[in-house]
């Protein structure tokens, strides 16, 4: 705050001194002694002096305090406006830096960091291998000709495929006695794990292999997947979701890949699925379970829809139904999965059984040989308190297209969103 006048408390600001002798210099004296010596008293400390220049050299050094108290106000004003926009500036770099390290970290993670993809991370894995002495040579020269041939193909090598579990739970269920009211099963459908070139971000594709497995086993999309008569390889995979891109599939999704997989090591989704069945004129729908239905973060509504699909058109009384009905992509943050299909418990409580392509085929092998207790039944039963993540999307197969279905479901795909289930 300006300084104030001693004498009539205005504020006076940097001209105090010219104010003081203007308006009260008539009151800077002082009555004298009793010896007849004229005092004078400082009107700011009371201090006595016997002599007015004396008095005004001391009313000088007041006023010079004022003068210099004012000027270290501004400067410390100014010190305190440049440490804080110091502050901001460094605050503005980091959460700058903070930013790009995340967008990398992302990018890494979702595979769009241009640093390869299935081919480049099969061959340094299989390299690791034999630097760690868990791979001979030999191996490595003979998976690297079989992989190099597969990606010319575009076939999958078939080297993490299991067949025959669908049809071993369907045996084993019609000698469970215990506690299983009811179970629907998928068409049959292969299991495929991750492999070498694949791990840590192939769980969409190999999802898409596992779906597609069944269908090409039944008949009804004998037409639609005539070109695809084999299960295609991941890489190839990329490339078919691209060309359903190139037909008009999700633009926006699109766009997010910038509009290439091939060659590197993207997720996908279920959006990405849905595009590449609807290219292929096969029916589907995306149900999107966007937020818990249940206690405790739960998702009722799922394993209810989930049962709703299999159960529709398989009513009958039997205690195993084996459907026609194809597997179910299931999709979460961070990871996919195939429904392959559901147990309703006797005290009426639903448990789902999925395909997990992080589970390898020596834990799928022994599905193949279940022990009446039904342990290895672990690996597949998920229980409505198992899913507990924020949302849920799943893509369920439902017929096929016709070409001029397949143009209009290509032109809603362009504004595309996806059900709710509220």
């Avoid at 037409?223 to 060309?243: G, H, Y």
């Avoid at 529709?312 to 139904?321: Q, Y």
């Avoid at 448990?351 to 589970?359: I, Q």
Wanted: aromatic residues 8%.
């Amino acid at each position: 705050a300006p300084p104030e006048c001693p004498f009539c408390g205005e504020a006076a600001g940097r001209e105090l001194e010219e104010h003081v002798r203007a308006r009260h210099g008539h009151l800077l004296g002082a009555p004298g002694t009793g010896n007849g010596e004229q005092l004078y008293e400082c009107p700011m400390c009371s201090l006595t002096c016997t002599n007015i220049q004396i008095l005004e050299e001391h009313v000088d050094l007041h006023l010079e305090e004022h003068s210099f108290s004012e000027g270290g106000n501004i400067r410390d004003l100014e010190l305190a406006q440049r440490l804080q926009t110091e502050e901001d500036e460094r605050q503005r770099s980091e959460e700058e830096k903070r930013e790009r390290e995340e967008f990398k970290k992302l990018q890494r993670q979702y595979g769009l960091d241009n640093s390869g993809g299935f081919k480049q991370q099969f061959l340094r894995n299989m390299e690791r291998e034999v630097d760690r002495g868990r791979m001979q040579p030999f191996e490595y020269h003979k998976r690297k000709a079989d992989m190099m041939e597969s990606l010319a193909s575009g076939i999958d090598d078939g080297k993490t495929k299991t067949s025959g579990v669908i049809e071993a739970l369907c045996k084993y269920y019609q000698n469970e006695n215990k506690d299983v009211r009811r179970v629907w099963l998928s068409a049959g459908v292969d299991h495929f794990h991750s492999s070498l070139g694949d791990r840590g971000w192939g769980c969409g594709y190999r999802n898409f292999q596992m779906l597609l497995s069944s269908l090409l086993q039944n008949s009804f999309y004998n037409d639609c997947l005539r070109d695809t008569t084999l299960i295609p390889s991941i890489p190839k995979i990329q490339s078919m979701i691209e060309d359903a891109w190139k037909e008009g599939f999700d633009p926006h999704g699109a766009s997010h890949f910038n509009n290439r997989l091939h060659g590197s090591k993207a997720w996908i989704g279920a959006c990405e699925i849905y595009s590449l069945l609807t290219s292929l004129r096969i029916k589907c729908q995306i149900i999107d379970f966007h937020k818990p239905t249940g206690p405790m973060g739960t998702h009722p509504r799922l394993f209810e829809w989930i049962l709703h699909y299999y159960s529709t058109d398989n009513e009958g009384g039997a205690k195993v139904v084996c459907t026609s009905k194809p597997p179910i992509y299931l999709q979460h943050q961070g990871h996919s999965r195939t429904v392959v299909g559901i147990e309703e418990k006797k005290n009426k409580s639903l448990c789902l059984l999925l395909f997990d392509p992080g589970c390898s085929s020596q834990e799928m092998q022994k599905l193949l040989k279940q022990n009446s207790d039904g342990t290895g039944l672990k690996l597949l039963r998920k229980f409505v308190g198992s899913l507990k993540e924020k949302q849920y999307q799943i893509v369920a197969v439902d017929g096929v297209l016709s070409l001029e279905e397949k143009a209009a479901h290509c032109h809603a795909s362009q504004v595309l969103t996806s059900e709710k289930i509220p």
